[in-house]
């Protein structure tokens, strides 16, 4: 969506698409703040020792490392929303495989994926934002990002820890 499509959105939406960017966005940290214990988790379960739990936990910015600048770019060119439904994909790709991996290179592999559908959600996020914010709204609007993004963070670990205390230790994969 480049800027020209976010006007004929906001025309046609009002404010509304600010209230479904602002769920997108509480939704992805839910997500990233459940997928990363769930994921060391999942390492536990492969044996994994304390050195490779480090290393898989920097893995999840490594991708993001790499491409930050580039993704930035690419979303000034071509607009936000395919970055925001492609960041989903690979988050949710990420997640599904990361139950099923059973082999460390695959949880390393799956963990990175996460790290890079996580940025690319939220640099889109926070352009979309950016650009559909007048001077009047623009530092509420990202007040209102910071505190969606923070109920995440709040909501994705106790789900997390929820869903794994609802099994045996060995069991957390399910």
């Given at each position: ?99 099923a991996a ?62 794994a205390g ?9």
């Amino acid at each position: 969506m480049c800027s020209s499509d976010l006007g004929w959105l906001a025309r046609r939406m009002g404010e509304r698409w600010l209230f479904w960017v602002l769920v997108t966005y509480a939704v992805n940290q839910t997500g990233q703040n459940l997928l990363r214990p769930m994921a060391s988790y999942r390492a536990l379960d492969l044996g994994m020792d304390a050195t490779a739990l480090g290393v898989l936990s920097a893995s999840f910015a490594i991708a993001p490392l790499i491409v930050a600048l580039r993704i930035g770019r690419w979303i000034d060119a071509t607009g936000e929303l395919p970055f925001i439904l492609g960041g989903t994909v690979l988050m949710g790709v990420a997640g599904l495989g990361l139950a099923a991996a059973d082999r460390a290179p695959l949880v390393f592999l799956l963990f990175a994926l996460l790290g890079l559908g996580h940025l690319m959600i939220t640099v889109a996020v926070q352009g979309l934002v950016a650009r559909g914010s007048g001077e009047h709204s623009y530092d509420a609007r990202f007040a209102a990002l910071t505190f969606t993004g923070s109920i995440g963070q709040l909501f994705g670990p106790a789900i997390g820890g929820f869903v794994a205390g609802a099994g045996s230790p060995e069991e957390t994969t399910r």
